[in-house]
T-cell receptor, first 114, second 115 residues
Framework: AQSVTQLDSQVPVFEEAPVELRCNYSSSVSVYLFWYVQYPNQGLQLLLKYLSGSTLVKGINGFEAEFNKSQTSFHLRKPSVHISDTAEYFCAGCRNTGFQKLVFGTGTRLLVSP | ETGVTQSPTHLIKTRGQQVTLRCSSQSGHNTVSWYQQALGQGPQFIFQYYREEENGRGNFPPRFSGLQFPNYSSELNVNALELDDSALYLC??????????????FGSGTRLTVV
């Protein structure tokens, strides 16, 4: 069985400050990992994904994440946030072979204030 | 390239009623998955359809059922609604079964409220 844990339910940060949103996964098989963003009253938008290869993955809107197999982590980072980054962020994973269903974490609300 | 369209956007139903939610997949996508997102939670996988057949199912009771049509649009049906069914229901399409690396495109969801 797979599980995804997001350790922080809410992360407050000031505009232009760096931010890290934490995600840990548990799986007995190799996985693909994703980060999605959800703005109010909207669906999920893919920020970035890790499939294989380089452990540092760059996504849209200046976000990046690093896959760390030994620590089973896939933390999301941005060096300088904007007010418009205020949203809910979800980490998700699925096995990389066989039937693939996305398993989501509970989400982290990023609150950016001026 | 059109995205994933879901209808209706909002719905209020009474406990015990039945509801049908609809989803139009992104052009070229033949696989659709449905997720339930309760308030303050992450999305939970309900089931997936590939070429009109159920391809996998999450931990949801049989009163949650679905259909996929030849044009790859899809329906989610929920019978005997319960208060706990109140949630945002998300549809996601992808370009093939077991092709998560190609990515999923999510719709904006249907907000179902059961009273």
């Amino acid at each position: 069985a797979q599980s995804v844990t997001q350790l922080d339910s809410q992360v407050p940060v000031f505009e232009e400050a760096p931010v890290e949103l934490r995600c840990n996964y548990s799986s007995s098989v190799s996985v693909y990992l994703f980060w999605y963003v959800q703005y109010p009253n909207q669906g999920l938008q893919l920020l970035l994904k890790y499939l294989s290869g380089s452990t540092l993955v760059k996504g849209i809107n200046g976000f990046e994440a690093e896959f760390n197999k030994s620590q089973t982590s896939f933390h999301l980072r941005k060096p300088s946030v904007h007010i418009s980054d205020t949203a809910e962020y979800f980490c998700a994973g699925c096995r990389n072979t066989g039937f693939q269903k996305l398993v989501f974490g509970t989400g982290t609300r990023l609150l950016v204030s001026p | 390239e059109t995205g994933v369209t879901q209808s209706p956007t909002h719905l209020i139903k009474t406990r015990g009623q039945q509801v049908t939610l609809r989803c139009s997949s992104q052009s070229g996508h033949n696989t659709v998955s449905w997720y339930q997102q309760a308030l303050g939670q992450g999305p939970q996988f309900i089931f997936q359809y590939y070429r009109e057949e159920e391809n996998g199912r999450g931990n949801f009771p049989p009163r949650f059922s679905g259909l996929q049509f030849p044009n790859y649009s899809s329906e989610l049906n929920v019978n005997a609604l319960e208060l706990d069914d109140s949630a945002l229901y998300l549809c996601a399409s992808s370009s093939g079964r077991d092709r998560a690396e190609h990515g999923y495109t999510f719709g904006s969801g249907t907000r179902l409220t059961v009273v």
